[in-house]
């Protein structure tokens, strides 16, 4: 086998780094239909000897590597070891199923080979999205269109792992179509799920019977543009006024206003959320100006539990009390006894959960100010309920998993709600790509999405992904929306993450299957 030049090979690998980034950095996803496709020649070029397996694992890596630094960047603005932990372990979970593949199709048909692939790369996609106090889901193949929300509306069936089968099939397809000179089958796995998609996506134009014959709901988003490094070391009294006469500008009919992420700047005990200053202060104006609506509004919680430890993530006070601090938000209408709290269930690895053997002396923990460290972990996605209209009340990094979203629709959410505080990272495309995948989720489970961020972007999402109204970077101020509820219940809401589960399993079988064959070969060889 003719093997390329080294300069050829790193050009190659350059260029799979490069198409596979520009999912991310606000172009398109559509170059990871062909991005895998110069690491496929790259090994199509190496033998299966021990050697030549680590030149590709090598090349490999180096893609992978560029491919997280050029996507994950901004991370290091707020914890520059979130941007290292990052590279590190997402590299990791490409470098297995590829280096994988190589080795297998140097001994097994092309159908096992290709088929482990697909399953054991979104399988691994599986297993990161999983990890307790690990995942970070940012780069899932899927979520690389989010951007092109009208050519994934096939989501409702799929889940963003859908997309990445989609994008690994097309890979293999025309690096088989190269080799070739056949590409009717490229063409077609392209063509096929973009016509899909156009019909779902007339199908569910907010025009259309299907959307303006559900009940509509009247929401607000408020963005206070409070900057979140200083956020607590301003006066909650200073940030409660604040908050009041933003909440002025929402008109009273409202149903459900929605504020930021810690927008309260205040700690709620769990037991006696009533008795805390700002949430009086909040329901006594909606009281007397919107006694019709709730207000969803972020906040840390404190839950005590006496002097019997309760898990792992309990903290202890010096008068042996052990309690946990949540990440929260709050459902303050104007029934002050009746607040419903949501502790954040998803949390980002280095901020507000680390691995037990990271936590030991606190040396890796990043404090940002105000909620941060080892935080408590929710156990449920319930709606808070309404005027018999519920609402999902998610919590920032609980947008980017679509299961976990589809939790708050199994239980009854007819919209999603999602509170977030995205300034730690700047005008960097971390808050941009948070708010377009609730795109994506608005599209698996058909819901319309209301957001309320610290600092851009805080707006609407309508079911098919449609961004509407919204407030930027910077901005401050308030909006206001008539969205539709959703009773209906999509295949992906009921079925959850079915590709990445099949997929364990199947690449499972693949791995057993070659080293089984592998082990007769020899066995008859000897």
């Known amino acids: 086998m003719e093997r390329l030049s080294g300069k050829k090979l790193l050009l190659l690998s350059l260029l799979s780094a490069l198409l596979l980034s520009l999912g991310w950095v606000c172009v398109s996803g559509f170059s990871l239909l062909f991005a895998i496709v110069p690491l496929l020649i790259i090994s199509h070029n190496y033998s299966g000897s021990a050697r030549d397996t680590v030149k590709v694992a090598l090349w490999a890596t180096l893609t992978f590597i560029l491919w997280h630094l050029a996507t994950t960047w901004w991370v290091w603005n707020a914890a520059a070891i979130g941007t290292i932990a990052a590279t590190i372990i997402g590299s990791w979970w490409c470098l297995l199923p590829f280096t994988l593949f190589h080795i297998v199709s140097k001994r097994m048909p092309k159908g096992v080979a290709y ?45 963003v792992m859908g997309g990445s089968l989609w994008v690994l099939v097309v890979n293999i397809l025309i690096f088989e179509a ?133 898990s792992d993530t309990n903290r202890k006070t010096a008068g042996g009390i052990y309690y946990d601090i949540f990440n929260s938000s709050i459902g303050i209408s104007s029934n002050i006894q009746n607040i419903p709290i949501h502790n954040k269930v998803k949390l980002v690895i280095g901020v507000e959960t680390l691995p037990a053997w990271f936590r030991a002396g606190g040396l890796f923990g990043v404090d940002l100010g105000g909620t941060a460290g080892q935080l408590g972990i929710g156990k449920t996605a319930k709606p808070f309920k309404h005027n018999d209209m519920k609402i999902a009340p998610a919590i920032c990094y609980e947008g980017l998993y679509g299961d976990f979203m589809g939790e708050y629709v199994r239980n009854g959410s007819q919209i999603f709600g999602v509170v977030s505080n995205d300034g730690w990272w700047g005008d960097t495309p971390g808050y941009k790509y948070l708010f377009a995948y609730c795109r994506l989720r608005a599209i698996e489970h058909r819901r319309d999405v209301v957001r309320s961020a610290n600092t851009g972007i805080s707006g609407f999402i309508n079911s098919r ?43 499972l079988l693949c791995l057993l299957y070659t080293v089984a064959v592998v082990a007769k070969k020899r066995f008859y060889l000897n």
């Open 115 to 159: 088929t482990l692939l697909v399953t054991a790369w979104i399988a691994c996609e599986y297993i990161y999205m999983k990890a307790p106090a690990m995942s970070f889901p940012w780069l899932t193949l899927g979520n690389g269109f989010a951007f092109d929300t009208w050519a994934v509306q096939w989501y409702e069936y799929t889940g």
């Open 178 to 310: 190269i080799q070739a000179k056949r590409w009717v089958k490229p063409i077609l796995a392209t063509a096929l799920p973009l016509i899909f998609s156009l019909v779902l996506y007339g199908i569910n134009s907010p025009s259309s019977e299907r959307y303006t014959s559900r009940e509509s709901v009247s929401v607000a988003a408020i963005q206070p543009n409070v900057d979140c490094y200083k956020k607590f070391d301003i006066s909650s009294a200073t940030q409660q006024k604040q908050l009041i006469q933003m909440l002025e500008e929402v008109p009273n009919s409202t149903d459900f206003i929605l504020m930021p992420e810690t927008a309260l700047a205040a700690t709620v005990n769990e037991q006696f959320i009533a008795a805390t200053r700002i949430v009086q202060g909040i329901a006594t104006k909606l009281t007397t100006s919107h006694s019709n609506t709730m207000v969803v509004a972020g906040t840390e919680s404190i839950m005590p539990y006496g002097t019997r430890r309760k």
């Open 465 to 507: 992904g449609d961004k509407l109204q919204t407030l930027g970077w910077n901005e401050q101020g308030s909006i206001s929306a008539t969205l539709r509820l959703n009773n209906e219940t999509t295949f992906y809401t009921r079925y959850g993450d079915y590709i990445g589960r099949l997929s364990l399993y199947v690449a």
